[in-house]
């Protein structure tokens, strides 16, 4: 590899960082990029969702005429989200060419204006989208607006997770699983209590991002490494106190809860905290599908399901192994973005636990698939489901697929 090629790696790497600081600093919630600098429209989500917007919806209680208004100011603001995302990904590759000419520098002197329009651009889109809504409640629905914007909060600061478990929202855990006790007046109050001292803590983290900003945007820190790991200590201190509230209070939640929906409850939890070790694999879902063809015989019906049933068992151990060392390399990194920034300079060696762990449970998957295959004709194996490629977003690590839910909610 020639000196040109390593600088423009080198510069492409720095670049990634640099605007991934920015993203996290201005919006968490879209703090989503890939390795390239291309392809920013969908590596980002809109600033404002359709899933958002239910949520507002059902907190003020908006009536169906009011619903129609919301989600026409929700298409306009997202089309208009949209073409800002066009402009600024215009923007970066014709930086990225004017970097191939005249070397990284340009990003350190460009970047930050480009970075200060965008932020000024999102910032004044969702004002002017929540000034509308709010212009067209009731006096009753606006004094429920506190509990939108407490809502927004975790929206936006509870999108990516600085360590794991920061990124858990009880609220919607309880919600998703179905779980909240009926007339369970102690759970709704722990719930309620949850809410504002966890609103609190997003609050502050709110605050460091602002300050973060202006020193990315007016500090020179966007490509300052040192700068960049006193942002993020700070960062994963608030977010590992979000954490232990999270733990304390699903503790105190699940023990006010059926047996059966605390087993539901705790899975959530730590599916949302651990993404990537619970997020269902090609080989569970082989499994899932092939159980529920027509034309298995009994004998392969029964060898399938003794297959997924020793394949679930010996899983279980082994997830809690990955999740174990993660939590355990965030500790020591000082948060999952450090670990990902480790990732990126290849810091993983044979020896790291995570590593171990996740070739561990890759050895696993091939086993069974490989076993799952045999016990199939050729023509039931054609029908299992298309292994997709792993995704570019190394995000995606520290963060529930939420348009998986999505899917699976349909």
Not at 96 to 125: C, H, W
Not at 253 to 263: K, S
Request: include cysteine; aromatic fraction near 6%; glycine fraction near 8%.
């Amino acid at each position: 590899m020639n000196v040109r090629v390593i600088t423009k790696t080198i510069g492409r790497l720095l670049a990634c960082i640099g605007v991934s600081v920015y993203l996290l600093a201005v919006h968490p919630s879209q703090a989503q990029f890939g390795m390239g600098m291309g392809g920013m429209d969908s590596m980002m989500q809109d600033t404002i969702t359709k899933r958002g917007l239910d949520a507002y919806a059902k907190l003020l209680g908006l009536d169906k005429e009011q619903k129609e208004t919301a989600m026409t100011l929700l298409e306009g603001n997202q089309t208009a989200t949209r073409a800002a995302m066009k402009e600024f990904q215009s923007k970066m590759e014709a930086l990225a060419e004017k970097a191939r000419d005249e070397g990284f520098g340009v990003y350190q002197k460009d970047m930050p204006a480009i970075s200060r329009e965008m932020a000024t651009k999102f910032e004044g889109l969702e004002k002017g989208f929540f000034d509308d809504l709010k212009s067209i409640l009731t006096p009753d629905q606006v004094e429920k607006w506190p509990s939108v914007e407490r809502y927004r909060r975790r929206e936006q600061a509870m999108r990516f997770g600085f360590v794991s478990g920061a990124a858990v929202d009880l609220i919607a855990v309880v919600e998703r699983t179905g779980t909240r006790p009926a007339g369970n007046t102690e759970f709704d109050e722990t719930l309620e209590r949850y809410e504002l001292d966890v609103d609190r803590m997003l609050q502050n983290f709110e605050r460091q991002a602002k300050d973060a900003q202006k020193d990315v945007l007016e500090g020179g820190a966007m490509f300052d490494m040192q700068k960049i790991q006193g942002m993020m200590k700070s960062m994963y201190e608030g977010a590992k106190e979000v954490r232990d509230t999270n733990r304390v209070y699903a503790r105190q939640l699940a023990g006010l809860m059926p047996e059966e929906g605390r087993a539901k409850f705790e899975a959530e939890v730590q599916r949302r905290s651990f993404p990537r070790v619970y997020r269902p694999s090609h080989t569970a879902k082989s499994l899932d599908a092939a159980l529920k063809f027509a034309d298995l015989t009994p004998e392969q019906k029964e060898s399938v399901s003794a297959l997924r049933e020793s394949y679930q068992r010996d899983l279980a151990p082994i997830n809690s192994r990955w999740a174990r060392a993660t939590e355990e390399k965030e500790d020591k990194s000082g948060g999952s973005m450090m670990v990902m920034m480790e990732g990126f300079m290849g810091g993983a060696g044979p020896d790291d636990p995570v590593k171990q762990a996740r070739d561990a449970r890759k050895d696993l998957d091939d086993k069974a698939l490989a076993k799952l295959t045999d016990i199939l004709t050729p023509a039931q194996k054609n029908r299992l489901p298309e292994k997709k490629s792993a995704p570019m977003n190394p995000m995606a690590d520290f963060m529930p697929d939420l348009d998986e839910e999505e899917q699976t909610d349909q």
